[in-house]
């Protein structure tokens, strides 16, 4: 097969997937399934009480770690679940990105106000960090698994799934500190 065959191959193919998530997603998670509420409160209940309870005073250094958090592990999760590691066999729209409830919202916003916490209190955060990391992977991951929100193939498991959390939680906060440092620095030109 040449280049051009094997990339309308490709191509071909991932129409069909598109074509079979969608049904899929219709049939089995759409809003006439729990999945779909479920999927969707955890998306926007978490959002809601961040807007109530962030320190608006360090808004942007809280949101970058947020942020730095959420790109880590939505990209993490996409390449496992490319990878068929893990599935989310029931999202929130066959449009978004698969399993953008955990990844997107409900783990950057629970870390978001960890950092928030153990910063304005002087906890150690890294503590709290790996605690909140085990009760993600263990608790939430180990009850996503029993209620099909969460399928793991090819030897994934929730100890996995604790690891990845404490690392993408320790790299989003290494690159806060990083730019918290920066910013703290006098330009010279």
């Known amino acids: 097969m ?7 191959e490709i191509y071909e193919t991932k129409d069909r997937l598109a074509s079979l998530y969608s ?16 999927n969707l409160a955890s998306v926007v209940l978490p959002l809601v009480l961040l807007f109530f309870v962030i320190d608006r ?17 939505l990209n993490t999760d996409t390449i496992l679940s490319a990878q068929n590691f893990l599935t989310h066999p029931h999202g929130i729209s066959h449009l978004f990105p698969i399993g953008i409830t955990v990844t997107a919202v409900l783990f950057p916003v629970t870390f ?12 150690n955060f890294y503590l709290y960090a790996v605690i909140v990391s085990a009760i993600f992977a263990y608790v939430l991951g180990g009850l996503s698994d029993l209620l099909d929100l ?21 790299v989003a906060l290494w690159a806060t500190r990083l730019f918290l440092r920066i910013k703290r620095t006098k330009r010279r030109i």
């Not at 040449?2 to 309308?8: G, S």
């Not at 808004?59 to 958090?69: C, K, M, T, V």
């Not at 978001?112 to 906890?123: A, D, E, V």
């Open 112 to 123: 978001m106000l960890l950092y928030q916490h153990c910063t304005n209190k002087g906890k």
């Open 23 to 38: 049904e899929y997603w219709s049939n089995f998670a759409g809003p006439e399934t729990w999945y779909f509420w479920f």
């Open 150 to 170: 969460l399928r793991m193939h090819k030897g994934m498991n929730l100890t996995y799934l604790f690891l990845i959390d404490v690392a993408v939680v320790f």
């Open 2 to 8: 040449n280049r051009t065959q094997l990339y309308n």
């Open 57 to 73: 005073e360090r808004i942007f250094e809280i949101s970058f770690f947020g942020y730095s958090a959420h790109m880590l592990w």
